[in-house]
């Protein structure tokens, strides 16, 4: 019961509330408080957008944790080995490396199977891959210094990550690989959300089903959610860099 109510949540959350709210402060943010002639509107309001999601995702998870019953020693372990640092960055690089790959097959599939409806040249889906997040990502890096620009990435995958990994799995550990398959479904169908066409969702969903089936089996087998969330972030924070240089 404790998992339906957790799974509705998080499909009530991400597929209505969380877009809404962040909107609203957002808009009311960048009007009232933060104006500048070095950026553009559209640039401070992504950035806006991601630390709000960020702080706004916190508190939601919070009351994930009070629902689930679950203790902060369940989602966080009290130690943690400094060799995964670098296990979590070759994981990461890894993991971008395939969806670049699966992200390209995904394309020509669709060039073959609905010519009509999918972008016809790279260079329109290269428009498409910096929707959505990627936008918000971006922009964070070209305003902010790359401190603060890592910590506001930090902070929103972080505990995207935990909410997927930690508290699903650890939810419904006793259930065996349907606690896998929970955490990958909802992954990627919460990257549905928002997204103007179904094209602006293949790159994230193809993503977030590869890095739902990675690293959902290995939090599984391993409950250690501090080197994915090394990986989450060094997968996101390297795409985003590669688009920005562009």
């Not at 669709?110 to 010519?115: D, E, G, K, V």
């Not at 997040?133 to 995958?157: E, G, T």
């Amino acid at each position: 019961m404790t998992i339906l109510i957790i799974t509705i949540l998080i499909l009530f959350y991400y597929g209505f509330l969380a877009h809404r709210i962040n909107g609203g402060v957002t808009a009311w943010l960048t009007s009232n408080y933060f104006q500048s002639g070095k950026h553009t509107h559209a640039q401070i309001s992504a950035t806006l957008r991601l630390a709000c999601s960020g702080v706004q995702q916190f508190l939601f998870f919070i009351l994930l944790v009070f629902i689930s019953n679950l203790f902060w020693s369940d989602l966080i372990p009290k130690n943690w080995n400094a060799t995964m640092i670098p296990l979590g960055l070759l994981l990461g690089i890894a993991e971008m490396s395939l969806i670049m790959f699966v992200s390209d097959l995904m394309m020509r599939l669709t060039r073959i199977l609905f010519p009509e409806k999918t972008p016809s040249t790279n260079e329109e889906w290269y428009i498409i891959s910096q929707g959505g997040w990627m936008r918000s990502f971006r922009n964070a890096i070209k305003i902010l210094p790359l401190p603060a620009s890592l910590a506001l990435i930090f902070l929103y995958v972080s505990i995207e990550e935990t909410i997927f990994r930690a508290l699903i799995i650890g939810s419904l550990k006793n259930q065996g690989i349907w606690a896998i398959i929970v955490s990958l479904v909802l992954f990627v169908w919460v990257q549905a959300f928002n997204t103007p066409s179904w094209s602006n969702s293949i790159f994230p969903m193809t993503g977030a089903a590869i890095m739902g089936v990675v690293h959902g089996i290995l939090y599984f087998f391993v409950p250690d959610i501090f080197p994915l969330v090394i990986a989450h972030v060094t997968m996101f924070f390297a795409a985003t860099f590669s688009i920005t240089t562009k």
